[in-house]
C-alpha cells in the first residue's frame, strides 16, 4: 500500500463503490450541506484510490494508521480527514472500527482575524455593484458565503421597526437578524433585478455558488483577507457596541459562545485600559 496522494484523474476501484454510494446516501439523510458531502467524499475516494486492493470492509487498524501517517497535513485538514474516516466505517458498521486506532487531533485555536477597516472600505470602493453587495451582506452583516448566495426576495420580512433578513444557515438551522434601512434597500434592489427573486442570480437558474462569491470577493480583497475575515470584522465591530456577546453569536448563528470568541477581537482600546489598570 503506497500512502502517497493519488492522482485525482485515478478512478475509484468497483469494490468500495458500493460503500461509499450507502455513505453518501446516510450524508444525505442526515441533512449533511453539499459541501460536507462533497469533502466527505473527496476524503474516502482518496482512501479507495490508495487501497484499491483492499475491501473497506476488511482494512485494518494497523493499514489505516499507516496511510494516515504518510500524509503531511495541517492539524484542521487532519481532523476532517479523521471525522471522515469515522463517519465512514461506523456507517459501514465495521466493529471494531478501524478508525478507533485514529488519535484525537489538537487543532490550535487561530486569533480572531478581522479584516481592517480601511481594507473593508477599499474593497468596496473598487468593487462593482454586485460583488459590493457581496462584500457588504459578509462585512456589514456577518452572513456565510452560503448563506449571501441563498437570499432571496421571500427572505426579506418587516418587523416592529423596519425589516429583519431570514437567513438559511448551514445544517438547516435558519435565523433572522435585523437590518439597517441601507441593507434592506441593497436586498431589495438586488431581488427586484431577477424575477426569480435571487439576491444573486447564476446564468443557468438558481442562484450563484457560495465559491463563485467567495471568488468574486477574493479579486477585490488584498491577499490574506477573505469574506470570512469578513464575518470576523462583522462580529468585532458588533461587539465593540455594547460588549454583548450572546447578541452577536445569535447574529453569527453560532452554537457556541466560545465558537463567537474566536472571531472577536477585543476593542484595543479595553486591552489598554485593562492594562493600565493593572500596572
Do not use: N
Not at 49 to 75: C, I, K, N, T, Y
Not at 103 to 131: F, K, N
Amino acid at each position: 500500500m503506497s500512502a502517497t496522494r493519488s492522482p485525482v484523474s485515478k478512478p475509484v476501484p468497483e469494490r468500495w463503490l458500493p460503500a461509499i454510494d450507502q455513505f453518501e446516501v446516510s450524508l444525505q439523510a442526515a441533512g449533511r450541506r453539499e459541501t460536507t458531502v462533497s469533502t466527505r467524499l473527496r476524503h474516502i475516494r482518496q482512501l479507495a484510490r490508495d487501497m484499491p486492493d483492499v475491501d473497506p470492509a476488511d482494512v485494518a487498524a494497523d493499514q489505516l494508521l499507516r496511510w494516515a501517517a504518510g500524509h503531511s497535513w495541517e492539524p484542521e485538514t487532519r481532523h476532517s480527514y479523521y471525522v471522515s474516516l469515522r463517519a465512514f466505517f461506523g456507517c459501514l458498521g465495521v466493529s471494531p472500527s478501524p478508525a478507533d486506532a485514529l488519535p484525537v487531533i489538537s487543532r490550535p485555536v487561530p486569533p480572531p482575524h478581522p479584516t481592517p477597516e480601511q481594507v473593508y472600505r477599499g474593497a468596496l470602493a473598487r468593487a462593482d455593484e454586485r460583488t459590493r453587495a457581496i462584500l457588504t451582506l459578509a462585512g456589514s452583516a456577518g452572513l456565510r458565503r452560503s448563506e449571501i448566495v441563498q437570499v432571496h426576495a421571500d427572505d426579506l420580512v418587516p418587523d416592529l421597526t423596519g425589516y429583519s433578513l431570514v437567513v438559511h444557515a448551514k445544517g438547516g438551522h435558519d435565523r433572522v437578524i435585523p437590518l439597517t434601512d441601507e441593507l434592506a434597500a441593497l436586498i431589495r434592489t438586488r431581488c427586484a433585478a431577477d424575477p426569480d427573486g435571487w439576491a444573486f442570480p447564476s446564468r443557468t437558474g438558481g442562484h450563484i455558488s457560495p465559491r463563485w462569491a467567495a471568488k468574486l470577493a477574493a479579486r477585490m480583497l488584498p491577499p490574506g483577507w477573505t469574506l470570512h475575515s469578513l464575518r470576523h470584522r462583522f462580529a468585532t465591530v458588533a461587539y465593540s457596541q455594547d460588549r454583548d456577546i450572546l447578541a452577536v453569536q445569535r447574529l453569527l448563528g453560532h452554537a457556541s459562545v466560545a465558537t463567537t470568541q474566536r472571531y472577536t477581537a477585543p476593542p484595543s482600546e479595553a486591552m489598554r485600559r485593562a492594562v493600565e489598570r493593572a500596572a
